[in-house]
Nanobody, 118 residues
Framework: QVVLVESGGGLVQAGGSLRLSCTASGSISAIYVMGWYRQAPGKQREWVAV?????STNYADSVKGRFTISRDKTTVYLQMNSLHPEDTAVYYC??????????????WGQGTQVTVSS
């Protein structure tokens, strides 16, 4: 079994910054795509950013120029700058991972709360 654990969420004023982390652990043979999603109260989950195993990155239009995704072997990060109240949401880590006992599969973290005050 693979477990993803997010950390780094919290309270921040508008215009401030936060850095989220997500670490994968378990019987991992390969990690392919890793990314971030978020879900605000009363809204559907939306994609935020993604990083491929080759290092390419992509961002949702709403966060371009403000957020930066980065990655090492087992951890993906999301540096969030110039935060807006609209960024308030639970942020979820997602990864497509191959284990030694199973084919590649999507895994999700439990989420970390980000609250941006105006």
């Amino acid at each position: 079994q693979v477990v993803l654990v997010e950390s780094g969420g919290g309270l921040v004023q508008a215009g401030g910054s936060l850095r989220l982390s997500c670490t994968a652990s378990g019987s991992i043979s390969a990690i392919y795509v890793m990314g971030w999603y978020r879900q605000a109260p009363g809204k559907q989950r939306e994609w935020v950013a993604v990083s491929s195993s080759g290092g390419s990155t992509n961002y949702a239009d709403s966060v371009k120029g403000r957020f930066t995704i980065s990655r090492d072997k087992t951890t993906v990060y999301l540096q969030m700058n110039s935060l807006h109240p609209e960024d308030t949401a639970v942020y979820y880590c997602n990864a497509h991972i191959k284990t030694f006992g199973s084919p590649p599969e999507d895994y999700w973290g439990q989420g970390t709360q980000v609250t941006v005050s105006s």
